[in-house]
């Protein structure tokens, strides 16, 4: 065929696709040695140090002809992957998100290859409702409510707050969903000074705007202060505002505190207010004996936020959020049927049995959140919890919060160091005080100590044994270490301890030299 024919383009258009569709056991296994080593954690990190090398490799025009299979799976097990993020370090308990353990990885894996998508007839598709079933009951839950998997709590949040804007504003007669709120008089998110920043943003995607959010002050233990939330409702109510919903922090992402949920769920039942108990992180702290009770009756809540991607360890991108209202929760996100989608469905007579997957979409979850496709999600958490079991769960909540109640006792201990907030659930907060330095609450010691300890944080990491993160409590720069690692042991936990009392010396030698 000569070149330019009509026959050579067809040819060309026919010819199969250029990437690689078979082959898979070989490819992962050219990767797979790289991965363990890299969960290993066994060397220091030099990802910092080398990042002109690595980048080097990485940073280039885009391809106009493809390098080909054996080239990207070479970068991926030379190049990319040692160079990752150590979040799944035992050292490391800088974030509420660690790296998956094992089982969920694998089921990661399994989700991408076999379940591509959600809906039809497949396990996968079941498996994404029997998880949320299992979930809800995990943390005490009826079964009736509608559960969704999200990309993670930031969603979550969306989805939940969605659902309260629904409820507030068919109460006027008002379908928010359709009409939007123009009418809906200076809509109000109420929520403690602690909460976390996500929701602000939750309210300016509702098109609440981030000023509806307002922030209560809160006691000395950073729960919100019931008092001033009822001040600040009826104030509000005085003066035209809608009340939409009370946030109530079950964990804050700062200190770990649980606002006090069964005065809420109290408050909101009287006043009916939306109350959504945004526990991304701490919900599952419910499990834990000895601060269950700080969650009250969690089945008075409207809507909850957990997310597997946390303390269950899931890969990220697994967040989730109960609605106990399913009908308002999907009138709020209903997507309207499409041509392409409902329509193109079989239309049965009678009893007809379905022919083939793709007859049914099975548990449909699209009408209840913001997105249309999705990951199979649920096949992490099923795989987590068929692990592990809901006391498997229980005794890594018991474990990393006992973690957090250990270090505080060493830190109260210390000469050196001080507690600086109550410890509740797995993160304990602290920070380094030398002795001259020991008593004053003075403006310039606060400074001093702030300086001090953000030098404290820079060395401890740098000396990368311990990874641990920091907060503003009371306005004091603390370091704040939280437990959700399942690689973490007690021999890190100590080994904190000892680097900040290490670096803390160093540093104040330093600063004290200035
Ligand atoms: C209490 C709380 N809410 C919401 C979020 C946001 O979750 P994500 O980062 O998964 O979007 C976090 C994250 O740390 C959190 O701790």
Same mark, same amino acid.
């Given at each position: ?59 280039? =025009? ?72 299992? /979930? ?124 006090? /949920? ?26 834990? =004996? ?55 469905? =079989? ?22 959140? #913001? ?51 109550? #410890?509740? /659930? ?41 990874? =641990? ?46």
């Amino acid at each position: 065929m000569q070149e330019g024919t009509n026959e050579s383009f067809y040819a060309e258009q026919i010819s199969e696709d250029i990437a690689q569709t078979s082959g898979l056991i070989k490819a992962i296994e050219t990767i797979l040695p790289a991965l363990e080593r890299f969960l290993q954690f066994a060397k220091p990190e030099r990802t910092v140090k080398e990042r002109a090398f690595w980048s080097a490799q990485l940073d280039e =025009p885009l391809p106009q002809v493809g390098a080909g299979a054996e080239a990207v799976l070479a970068l991926l097990r030379d190049v990319v992957i040692p160079n990752g993020l150590r979040t799944g370090d035992p050292g490391f308990s800088g974030w509420v998100a660690t790296m998956p353990t094992t089982i969920p990885t694998a089921a990661n894996l399994a989700g991408v290859v076999s379940g591509s998508a959600y809906q039809c007839i497949q396990a996968f598709n079941l498996l994404e409702s029997q998880a949320l079933r299992w /979930l809800a009951e995990l943390v005490g839950l009826p079964s009736t409510y509608q559960g969704l998997f999200t990309s993670g709590g930031s969603v979550a949040n969306i989805v939940g707050l969605g659902a309260a804007r629904q409820y507030a504003a068919e109460r006027l007669g008002i379908d928010p969903a359709r009409d939007g709120i123009e009418s809906v008089a200076k809509p109000r998110i109420y929520a403690s000074t602690e909460v976390h920043h996500v929701i602000f943003r939750a309210a300016a995607v509702l098109g609440l705007g981030r000023r509806a959010v307002v922030t209560i002050p809160t006691d000395q233990a950073l729960r919100i202060d019931m008092e001033a939330l009822q001040e600040r409702i009826s104030l509000d109510r005085a003066t035209g505002c809608t009340p939409m919903a009370v946030v109530a922090n079950a964990g804050t992402v700062n200190t770990g505190a649980v606002d006090p /949920l069964p005065e809420l769920e109290k408050l909101c039942h009287e006043q009916n207010i939306w109350l959504h108990v945004d526990g991304a992180y701490g919900l599952f702290g419910v499990l834990d =004996p000895q601060v269950t009770s700080l969650y009250g009756d969690l089945s008075l809540a409207d809507s909850l936020v957990v997310d597997p991607h946390k303390w269950l360890a899931a890969p990220i991108g697994c967040g989730c959020v109960f609605v106990r209202d399913a009908s308002l929760l999907e009138r709020a996100f209903t997507l309207e049927p499409a041509a392409y989608v409902e329509e193109s469905q =079989p239309v049965y007579a009678g009893n007809a049995l379905l022919t083939s997957q793709f007859d049914d979409f099975g548990n449909l979850f699209h009408h209840f959140g #913001v997105e249309q496709s999705a990951p199979s999600r649920g096949v992490q958490v099923w795989a987590i919890l068929k692990e592990i079991g809901a006391e498997g769960v229980r005794a890594r909540i018991c474990r990393h919060n006992g973690y957090a109640r250990h270090l505080a006792e060493r830190v109260q201990a210390s000469p050196c160091l001080e507690l600086m907030s109550p #410890v509740i /659930l797995s993160i304990c907060c602290f920070r380094y005080v030398p002795s001259p330095l020991r008593g004053r609450v003075d403006r310039e010691a606060t400074e001093l100590l702030n300086r001090l300890n953000r030098m404290i944080l820079s060395r401890v990491r740098a000396r990368g044994r311990c990874i =641990p993160s920091a907060t503003t409590v009371h306005g004091a720069f603390v370091l704040r270490p939280c437990y959700i690692n399942p690689r973490t042991t007690l021999t890190d936990v100590e080994a904190l301890a000892g680097e900040v009392e290490f670096c803390g010396a160093e540093q104040w030698a330093l600063l004290s030299d200035e």
